[in-house]
């Protein structure tokens, strides 16, 4: 039995003003850190042989706070673009509830949670530096709906994170919201219109256990048994 253990980051200083993140690279609350820590604790007992995670800081230092207080330092650690949160596009850095009195609810909702809508473009993308300095200029995104996410997140999964699994080595992921929605998806093998609904919260690890073959013997977002 293998176990894969997810973690949406801790709150970041853009949940706590309910703005759009995406790729904007903002850090950790002081509630952030703690609920970091919170996860780290309900993991006491588990060891990973990796851990994946985006190249947003958010992300990054929820993953270093967990490794700390596992004492799993040393274990290996990718970082990604990715993982990385799903695009938002012109959306991003808004206040949610400004852009539901300007679109209304039911767009918005479609937006945030449908997996095909995409929210309003970037006149262009973001300038490819940082840790997108190598990228070609033509791949950086101006916005993207779950279902262009999925396709970035998902071949990193099967080639860096499943594989893993087959081995026999349990793997750590620390990402964002829609990231980890995106390998719900894939994993519980759920529908187009049903993964509306699945929330992830901040700093609450989701586990998953499988066989030889990554069917799901047991997890608590599913309660598979």
């Known amino acids: 039995m293998v176990k894969l253990v997810m973690v949406r980051h801790g709150e970041s200083t853009a949940n706590a003003l309910n703005q759009y993140t995406g790729w904007n690279n903002v850090g950790l609350t002081q509630e952030g850190i703690v609920q970091a820590h919170v996860a780290a604790k309900k993991l006491k007992g588990f060891e990973f042989e990796h851990v994946h995670t985006s190249v947003l800081k958010r992300a990054i230092m929820t993953a270093y706070i967990i490794q700390d207080e596992l004492n799993l330092n040393y274990v290996p650690i990718t970082k990604t673009w990715r993982l990385n949160e799903r695009h938002y596009g012109a959306l991003r850095g808004q206040n949610k509830d400004a852009t539901r009195r300007e679109f209304g609810v039911d767009q918005v909702h479609l937006w945030r949670r449908s997996f095909y809508s995409i929210p309003p473009q970037l006149k262009?993308?973001?300038?490819?530096n940082g840790p997108y300095k190598y990228f070609d200029s033509n791949m950086m995104p101006t916005s993207e709906s779950l279902?262009?996410?999925?396709?970035?997140?998902?071949?990193?999964?099967?080639?860096?994170?499943?594989n893993r699994l087959l081995d026999g080595k349990n793997q750590l992921i620390v990402a964002h919201g829609s990231t980890i929605r995106a390998l719900i998806k894939y994993i519980e093998r759920i529908s187009d219109s049903d993964i509306d609904g699945v929330e992830v919260a901040n700093g609450k690890p989701l586990i998953y256990e499988f066989d030889n073959k990554l069917n799901i013997i047991n997890s608590n977002r599913t309660n598979t048994k």
């Open 147 to 162: 279902y262009q996410a999925y396709q970035r997140i998902v071949p990193y999964y099967v080639d860096h994170v499943s």
């Open 124 to 128: 262009r993308p973001d300038p490819n």
